[in-house]
């Protein structure tokens, strides 16, 4: 049989601009060596979720009238490929749901290392799994009321998975990035005009002509909303920081900015 080189995921979010979709395109282009199975957008207009997701590379899935379609002043997207669960457009991302706290969308960049133990925890309480993907497991958590007996929120969500990962979220009003503890997978943050910009690598802030403000710190939650940008440390307490080589050497383009550094340069 076979093989191919595999690279890791790509995600993308934008807040606050009237081509959200189109942009989020863009983004997902730059982003496409990070994963060519599946790639998905879904936008919000402050009220109802749109979403397109297919099969195949991001210029194929969408044309013209599909971005056209895609109306709302926020975005994420996800280029995928399938480092958990099989390759199978069920399990591409960005994920949706409807919860007690509205719509929800994420896209996930990673591994959950305890995602068995926590699936088996959910489904004991009567969850239903439409996917075979970890990051439907993130989608339950924040799902979920209360946490441990106390009420739920999403600090006490991201303090209850453990892995490598990046997300990008996206609620009716809200446009959120996590960075895992460690600071395994990269997560920067950008602005294009007024509008903030969530993207796995520099590479696709450059491509939508946005300028790069910072990496979003390791264990730190962003939330951009019409109120601005607000940060959270879910780990307060963790100091030690382990970045992934390989995004040096393997899976991020070299003219990105990784982690302060420029990918040719952290490869030599």
Known sequence: MQTYPKHYCGVFGIYGHPRAAELAYYGLYALQHRGQESAGIVVSDGAQFREHKRM??????????VLQGLSGFMAVGHTRYSTT???????????TGDCKHGQIAIAHNGNLTNAARLRDELEDKGAIFQTTVDSEIILHL?????LDGREN????????IEGAYSLVLMTEQELIG??????????CLGKVGDAFVLASETCALDLI???????????????????GLRSLQAFPEQSARAFCIFEFIYFARPDSNISRRNGVQGAG
Do not use: C, W
């Not at 895992?180 to 997560?187: A, N, Q, S, T, V």
């Not at 002509?209 to 109120?227: L, T």
């Open 142 to 146: 924040m799902a979920q009321p209360e």
């Open 209 to 227: 002509s946005a300028r790069f403000i910072r990496d979003i710190e390791p264990g730190e939650i962003v939330i951009i909303d019409k109120n």
């Open 56 to 65: 195949g590379l991001v210029s194929q899935i969408f044309t013209g009238p």
């Open 85 to 95: 669960g099989s390759s199978h457009l069920r399990n591409a991302q960005p994920l």
């Open 178 to 187: 996590v960075r895992d503890p460690y600071g395994f997978r990269p997560l």
């Open 153 to 160: 929120n999403l600090v006490q969500t991201v303090r209850r």
